[in-house]
């Protein structure tokens, strides 16, 4: 079994920063791509940042999407199997419900599967 617990939302100002971790435990062979997703009320879940893995102990590269560049950067540890989501110049558009997720692999044989987080919520006030 695999379980993804984010953690570090809550409430801040517009202008203030916020940082998400995203940690994966459980059966896990390898992660491949782990990703960052929101989803504000009455919208579609949206992809906020992804970042790409040759295999559990490789590096990434970051994928963010337009809505994030310049203020969000997406990283990961994966030793520690996590992703963090480091938030900066938050705006009250930013409010949303923030999902991770990840691609993994239980077994050496096994499809690679996608797993989600419970999400956490992240408000800015104006």
């Known amino acids: 079994q695999v379980q993804l617990v984010e953690s570090g939302g809550g409430l801040v100002q517009a202008g203030g920063s916020l940082t998400l971790s995203c940690a994966a435990s459980?059966?896990?062979?390898?992660?491949?791509?782990m990703g960052w997703y929101r989803q504000a009320p009455g919208k579609q879940r949206e992809l906020v940042a992804a970042?790409?893995?040759?295999?559990?102990?490789?590096?990434?590269?970051?994928n963010n999407a337009d809505s994030a560049k310049g203020r969000f950067t997406i990283s990961r540890n994966n030793t520690k199997n996590t992703v963090y989501l480091q938030m900066n110049s938050l705006k009250p558009e930013d409010t949303a419900v923030y999902y991770c997720n990840a691609d993994i692999k239980t077994t050496w044989g096994s499809p690679t599967s996608v797993y989600w987080g419970q999400g956490t919520q992240v408000t800015v006030s104006s």
């Open positions: 459980g059966s896990i062979f390898s992660i491949n791509g």
């Open positions: 970042i790409r893995s040759g295999g559990i102990h490789s590096g990434g590269s970051p």
